[in-house]
């Protein structure tokens, strides 16, 4: 299968800044990709990339098979979906207008509108202006906007970001909906819990390079971080093995132990005496986040 994006070598240079430094990147249809990384670690210039809207200063970007910032490449547009950190929208209008102005650009019909706005759960506000939008109000439009026209490719920066929790699960939903009909969508975000069960792949971005990539399986293999176990019981006797490995917690035991090992110490621990109940904790998306961040700051100050 064709990628629906591919980055090789993918480089970006403003003036004095290295934004990007060599970025490999492909994506498949119906993948969902999760884009993290610190301020100014190269994410939204990566998304300006792939729509086209910068060239790169070296490397290869395709976007559908295409240099995204050729003319001939215009047709392909209507197929991607972009919202933008921060949207912003022409105040005076109201939430409808705005939405049917976006659909006359892509070229889709008017009744669209009507349905993006009830599903992102804008109808009863559909006519006001969207001065009186709250904040969360109008990022919900930015959505029924990038959503317009059921596009192919959707690219999404900071998409939650003002959006209440029902709605914050509405909108993941939403994605997994149309990932299911194959939409590819790269989705960028500071705010990780929540994000991690929804996304295919995760890419941790760090001053314009790679820090780590993989599912997060794959980032729990690369980065060895511990297992967390915590046994509730009183009385509980470890074998010895394990003893050093345990800590006091509340009124129960913690252990911390070896990804690779987690299997055989479970094993283990169901023969021990005294152990009531028992809850792993695998490490999150945030805990890698950190862990790979932590690493790449590391080897900087050691140069
Ligand atoms: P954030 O999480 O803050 O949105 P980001 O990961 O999206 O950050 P980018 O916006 O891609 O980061 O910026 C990467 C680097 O490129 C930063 O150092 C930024 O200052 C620089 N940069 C981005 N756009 C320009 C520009 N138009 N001119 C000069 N430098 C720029």
Redesign the pocket.
């Known amino acids: 299968m064709t990628n629906i994006v591919e980055l090789n070598n993918a480089q970006k240079r403003?003036?004095g800044?290295d934004?990007?430094k060599g970025l490999d990147l492909e994506l498949k249809q119906g993948e969902l990709l999760g884009l993290f990384?610190?301020?100014?670690?190269?994410?939204?210039?990566?998304i300006k990339l792939i729509l086209g809207l910068i060239k790169a200063s070296g490397g290869e970007v395709r976007v559908f098979g295409e240099d995204p910032t050729l003319a001939s490449a215009r047709r392909q547009r209507r197929q991607l979906g972009f919202l933008q950190?921060n949207v912003s929208f022409y105040e005076q209008l109201t939430g409808l207008e705005v939405l049917r102005y976006f659909a006359n650009l892509k070229g889709v019909t008017r009744s669209e509108c009507d349905r993006l706005l009830a599903q992102v759960g804008l109808a009863d506000a559909a006519r006001r202006r969207v001065k009186t939008y709250s904040k969360g109000m109008r990022q919900r439009l930015g959505l029924a906007q990038a959503l317009l026209g059921e596009p192919k490719l959707l690219l999404l920066?900071e998409p939650t970001v003002g959006l209440d929790p029902i709605a914050t699960q509405d909108f993941y939903h939403r994605i997994a909906q149309l990932k299911e009909q194959g939409c590819t969508v790269v989705l960028?975000s500071?705010v990780l819990p929540g994000v991690e069960k929804y996304i295919d792949r995760a890419l941790i971005?760090g001053q314009?390079q790679l820090l780590a990539e993989g599912s997060l399986e794959q980032l729990r293999q690369q980065a060895r971080l511990p297992v967390t176990l915590n046994l509730q019981g009183s009385d509980i006797r470890l074998p010895e093995s394990l003893q050093r490995q345990a800590t006091r917690h509340g009124d129960g035991l913690r252990l911390q132990v070896a990804l690779a090992d987690k299997m055989p110490v479970m094993r283990q621990l169901l023969a021990v005496s005294g152990v009531s109940d028992l809850e792993l904790h695998l490490p999150s998306l945030e805990d890698l986040y950190s862990h790979f961040i932590g690493n790449h700051q590391l080897q900087e100050e050691s140069q």
């Open positions: 403003y003036q800044v934004a990007l990384g610190h301020n100014g670690a190269g994410k939204t210039t990566t950190e920066d960028c500071h971005l314009g």
